[in-house]
């Protein structure tokens, strides 16, 4: 099968296409799937395994990858099922979470994954699952947000941001995304209340309150955005590209016992993808896809990602 390779750590380049043995579900394999790719995303967690971050080369390899392939998020059909599996049937169409996606096949939990949402593409689906659920999961289960709360989302524009500005209007919250001027009609249309261009206006100065603050691109510290909090206001940044700078607010909310900074990882489950499915199926959500690429291509979605701007996702077709 076709695969996005990389067999050292560094730059984009050193991802390749190859030709590789395909994946096959073995004895052990009980409760797994197969899954013919049809689309896949680039994630910060692809960049960082990537790049060789010190803190993934313990369980990744310290001098190379263990593992090939990268990708965490799949939308595609059942082409094999393990003995053990009750949901799925061979030629479903599904979508969710794995590890190496930027593949032809990839093997994946039944329970990290879920149908695919009527009315969504292979693309639109693959955009969502570790997006969608950061998303969902910070707001949701880390900030606690609650129907008719003042939620302010910075980087509204982002792979989690705009997704997460729809999922707290669909909470029940009143949004204000923080964005850059060009990109400020497209997010109101995705449900905001209010619209900052942060290249003119420091939300933390305006002397406006929020029950919470999600900063979903980490360009933000929890010291500058206490000024922007009710008392029991909660703040919760998600950028796994900035954990360095987010490493001394984290460490003075333990010794500090201050409850309000806060981080987290994104769990795949079954559970969540399909309300995430419910949401899009209701019209509640809709993933931005700023450009497809070809899987010949990969390198460039690290490139484009890496880079820090991107307008909703970035989506690679795997399977035309």
Not at 147 to 160: D, E, F, M, Y
Not at 297 to 309: C, F, L, M, Y
């Amino acid at each position: 099968m076709k695969a996005a390779v990389y067999r050292t750590y560094g730059p984009p380049e050193v991802v390749k296409l190859e030709e590789i043995a395909p994946p096959v579900l073995r004895p052990e394999d009980g409760k797994r799937v197969l899954i013919r790719v049809h689309s896949a995303s680039t994630n910060p967690f692809d960049v960082l395994h990537r790049s060789g971050f010190l803190p993934i080369r313990p369980s990744n390899g310290w001098l190379k990858p263990k593992t090939l392939v990268l990708g965490i998020d799949v939308a595609g059909t059942i082409e094999a099922i393990g003995p053990e599996v009750t949901r799925f049937k061979l030629g479903d169409a599904v979508y969710g979470g794995c590890f190496g996606s930027h593949a032809e096949f990839v093997r994946a939990r039944e329970d990290a994954l879920a149908p695919l949402p009527a009315g969504l593409s292979f693309d639109q689906a693959a955009a969502l699952p570790t997006a969608a659920m950061t998303a969902l999961q910070g707001l949701r289960d880390v900030a606690s947000l609650q129907a008719g709360q003042r939620i302010l989302i910075n980087g509204a524009s982002g792979g989690v941001g705009h997704l997460a500005v729809q999922i707290a209007r669909a909470l029940g919250a009143e949004v204000t995304a923080v964005c850059s001027g060009p990109n400020g009609a497209w997010v109101k249309a995705l449900g905001a209340d209010h619209v900052l261009d942060y290249t003119r206006v420091d939300f933390t100065r305006t002397g406006e309150r929020y029950d919470v603050v999600y900063d979903a691109v980490g360009k933000r510290a929890y010291f500058d955005c206490t000024r922007a909090l009710t008392p029991a206001g909660v703040f919760v940044t998600e950028n796994p590209l900035k954990v360095w700078s987010l490493l001394p607010q984290l460490a003075w909310a333990a010794l500090t016992g201050d409850k309000r900074p806060r981080m987290h990882l994104a769990d795949t489950n079954a559970q969540d993808l399909t309300f995430i499915g419910a949401l899009c199926e209701k019209g509640q959500l809709r993933p931005v896809i700023e450009q497809v690429y070809p899987l010949d291509q990969t390198a460039a979605t690290h490139r484009h990602v890496e880079a820090g701007h991107t307008k909703g996702k970035v989506v690679i077709a795997v399977r035309t």
